[in-house]
């Protein structure tokens, strides 16, 4: 299959999922669906270096663009896994200006820190020139979460910061910072609704998590583009009891 590109600015709104099981054939499986990305998501799933490495094999093999969310916000981690060949970052718990402006410094290396060599996956392992080295490496879309009540405030600025490609809205840790239990509460639902249009309006990504497609395409009517649907295990398991269970 041809691979797959993302789209800063999409036209229609883009789905992928977490992918969660430490495995390269999961990722090589997945690029064969019509789904637009994966995100390994190395902050809640036991996802090493080594194992990042190779699902980064896996997603060249299968031509899905594979983003990480990122454990930490570390210069070390986002360095190496960038220079693995990453699509892009999800970072979590963006909550100012300053959180994203040392993000993208970290990310970029024109007008930022990010260390360079040519050798690795990025750099196509030295056979890129410098100039076209840096300029596959600036590529790498950053997106950073909002997931608490300062950053719901600061969505606005995040979003206006240079690199920032978008703002991705964590429901879950959101109600948690807000004293709430319920990632669907009102609260929580107009807080995500604010920072939606933050993003928006900056002619930016929005994105969410969604478990449904009725969820999917109520966050799509508000204008949502982006969209982590489930996960490599939730997927599997659904389909496992739609196949087990008899139909009504």
């Known amino acids: ?19 969660k099981t430490n495995s390269p054939h999961v990722v090589e499986v997945l690029g064969t669906s019509a789904l637009d990305f994966g995100v390994l998501d190395a902050e809640h799933a036991p996802l090493d270096r080594a ?20 454990p930490d916000k570390n210069p070390a981690t986002i360095l190496s896994v960038l220079d693995m060949g990453a699509a892009g970052l ?16 970290h990310a970029k290396f024109r007008g930022g820190q990010r260390g360079f060599s040519g050798s690795p996956r990025f750099a196509g392992y030295g056979t890129l ?39 991705f809205i964590g429901r879950a840790d959101l109600a948690l910072a807000m004293g709430i239990e319920d ?12 920072s939606i249009a933050a993003a928006l309006a900056a002619g930016k990504i929005a994105g969410v998590f969604t478990a449904s497609i009725a969820e999917r395409d109520a966050y799509a009517a508000k204008g949502v583009n982006w969209f982590v649907f489930g996960s490599d295990q939730s997927l599997m398991r659904q389909a496992a009891d739609a196949s087990a269970h008899p139909s009504p």
């Open 51 to 70: 194992g990042l490495d190779l699902m980064m094999m896996a997603s060249r093999a299968g031509g899905l663009p594979l983003l990480v969310r990122i």
């Open 183 to 194: 990632s669907k509460h009102p609260d929580v639902a107009a807080a995500a609704d604010r």
């Open 90 to 105: 999800l970072v979590p718990h963006v909550d100012s200006v300053a959180d994203a402006e040392a993000v993208v410094a």
């Open 129 to 167: 020139g410098m100039k076209q080295a840096l300029t596959a490496g600036d590529q790498a879309m950053i997106i950073c979460q909002i997931e608490g009540p300062e950053a719901v405030a600061a969505a606005a600025d995040i979003a206006a910061v240079p690199g920032v490609d978008g703002l």
């Open 1 to 19: 299959m041809p691979a797959k590109t993302l789209q800063k600015n999409p036209g229609r709104y883009q789905v992928g999922t977490f992918i």
